[in-house]
């Protein structure tokens, strides 16, 4: 596709269970960003994958939280032990290499995680 | 540290009418890259327009425009002839160009509504 997929669009799971989300970013770009959005606020950093390069993940809140990205593309998020305080908008975006494009990163349609 | 302020929370407009959105921002770079981008309650980030500091002339595309004020570290973006599909949450957003950097800062947004 042209833009970047999510999957799926809505979860909804039951505490303590694990739940895992996917990011389809546009072909070719080399960075990748996982946000996660709460209820009528901003965007709250997450991790960052860049190429082949180590993570950054000073972003994920504890440690029932880690991703991956396999072969620079396909990035899961994974939440372990779910906790109501983890439903959000989870918010996917990849961009071009360097300063392509102008910098701007490109947004997936998100994925609405409710934990009952 | 960089930071991005949007102190209105909430904004109405009448449709056919102009409104301004506002936004400032802290850096000590100079030179960056400034967004705003459009959330509907589709959920899907859409950039609506992008402005490199080191350009003094100001952004526009279509009835979006921009007033980038770089001493005073404000880029605030205006909208003409505002129509419904215009509502949505407005986030402003911030990049350094500097090698290495990758990091976005967002604002918290402001909810605009288009009254019919």
Redesign the interface.
């Known amino acids: 596709g042209a833009g970047v997929s999510q999957s799926p669009s809505n979860k909804v799971t039951e505490k303590g269970k694990d739940v895992e989300l996917r990011c389809d970013p546009i072909s070719g770009h080399t960075a990748l960003y996982w946000y996660r959005q709460s209820l009528g606020q901003g965007l709250e950093f997450l991790i960052y994958f860049q190429g082949n390069s180590a993570p950054d993940k000073s972003g994920l809140p504890s440690d029932r939280f880690s991703a991956e990205r396999t072969g620079g593309s396909v990035s899961t998020l994974t939440i372990q032990r779910t906790q109501q305080e983890d439903s959000a908008v989870y918010l996917c975006a990849s961009r071009p290499p360097g300063l392509a494009g102008g910098g701007t990163q490109y947004f997936g349609p998100g994925t609405r995680l409710t934990v009952l | 540290a960089q930071t991005v302020t949007q102190s209105q929370p909430e904004m109405s407009v009448q449709e056919a009418e102009t409104v301004t959105l506002s936004c400032t921002y802290d850096t000590s770079e100079s030179d960056y890259?400034l967004?705003w981008?459009k959330q509907p309650p589709?959920?899907?980030?859409?950039?609506v327009i992008?402005q490199?500091a080191y350009k003094q002339q100001n952004a526009t595309e279509n009835r979006f425009s921009v007033n980038f004020q770089k001493a005073a570290k404000s880029f605030s973006l205006k909208i003409s002839d505002s129509q419904l599909g215009d509502a949505a949450m407005y986030?402003c957003a911030y990049?350094a160009?500097t090698s290495g950097t990758?990091?976005?800062i967002?604002?918290?947004?402001t909810r605009l509504k288009v009254l019919a």
């Open positions: 890259y967004f981008y589709s959920r899907q980030m859409i950039l992008r490199e986030f990049r160009t990758y990091k976005y967002f604002g918290t947004g």
